[in-house]
């Protein structure tokens, strides 16, 4: 329990005030959805608050967990084979939701297995690319392969859910971690081009050849057409992104007050997840929107501070990779509410509803707090042993 007196409140505080303000906001944005189809305005608020309880023990748990048994391989391969194991159920009996076969449920609990993929890719990157940091500058190749090959059938099984949105997160954070192992810069810049153009590829195939893409359904191409031009298809796939600029410009600085939203009324279609960021911007306004990215602006830069000053390359690659995530799947939810990007289906962290991202989220915090605990004694060890001699 000595533990606690290295906790970073740098991290913690900004992950707590988040979390309560997400509850606070999902029941705002919920309770008149909540009222029609279980007749309690309340349902999803407590289903959260008891996500973000539960969360809160586990990240706990994960920050007082032994840092030296984070980085042992039966126990790193025992958790990988139950998520690979949990994917391909998913694949051949789960249950499909909102058009995807992404859910699992347990006793009446639905959860994710694509989302404890992301942080046991990051979990397993960390501890390959920290005990061969040699191999990947002089054998680069032969050093990721085998990591690539299950970070590849996560992808593989994730895009067939389909959850183009989670797979889209993974890949940027494992290239992520990749780079920062220690490869070469021009291997880094190399990739960072390669995928700038393969993005403007996909864009420009799509706008042209549109629907005879073998690779398109139907709803993805609603979903680039509601991109490009939400007003002209206002009544099908650019329904969500038009209210969700009605929300924002109802909003406008101030915002109408906290219950006061319009569009969480049946106009914007499950407002307290993908969108949950419009009815904020419509009840609390620009300046609403403004403190809740500070906050986690903040949670992310201190997440990769301590990555940058963590001794260990373990705990290093750990914070690149969950600081990484974090801001992709935040700029992702963002751009596609603004309109910046096409909808995705990604959930703004901390504060859009969700058991299964709750959990993984809090279980990422713990792991970030455990390797700055365990970087700050490892400091103050050091001074003291300095200070006697």
Known sequence: MKKFKYLDYYIFIPYLILSIIGILMIYSASSYIAISQYNNSQYYFTRQAAFVILGLITSMFVFLFKYKLLKSKRFLVGVNGFVALLLVYLFFFGQVTNGAKGWLFIFGFGFQPAEFAKIVVIWYFAYIFSKKQNQLMHNFKDTVSPPLTLFGFYLVLILLQPDVG?????????????????????????????????????????????????????????????????????????????????????????????????????????????????????????????????????????????????????????????ATMLLVQGLVNLGGVIGLMPITGVTFPFISYGGSSTIVLTISIGLVLNVSATDKKHNQQVLEKNSKN
């Open 166 to 322: 989670g797979a889209g997160i993974l890949l940027i954070t494992g290239t992520s971690m990749i780079l920062a192992s220690g490869v070469s810069t021009k291997l880094s810049v190399a990739v960072g081009t390669l995928g700038v153009f393969l993005i403007g590829g996909i864009l420009a195939l799509v706008r042209v050849f549109g629907m005879s893409l073998p690779f398109l359904e139907k709803y993805q191409y609603d979903r680039f057409l509601a991109f490009w031009d939400p007003f002209a298809v206002s009544e099908s796939a650019g329904l969500q992104l038009v209210n969700s600029y009605y929300a924002l410009r109802r909003g406008g600085i101030f915002g109408v007050g906290i219950g006061g939203s319009i569009q969480k009324t049946g106009y914007l279609p499950e407002p307290y997840t993908d969108f949950i960021m419009s009815i904020i911007g419509e009840e609390m306004g620009l300046i609403g929107i403004l403190v809740i990215m500070s906050l986690f602006s903040l949670l992310i830069l201190r997440i990769y501070l301590v990555g940058i000053r963590a001794k260990d390359s373990f705990g290093s690659l750990i914070c690149i990779g969950i």
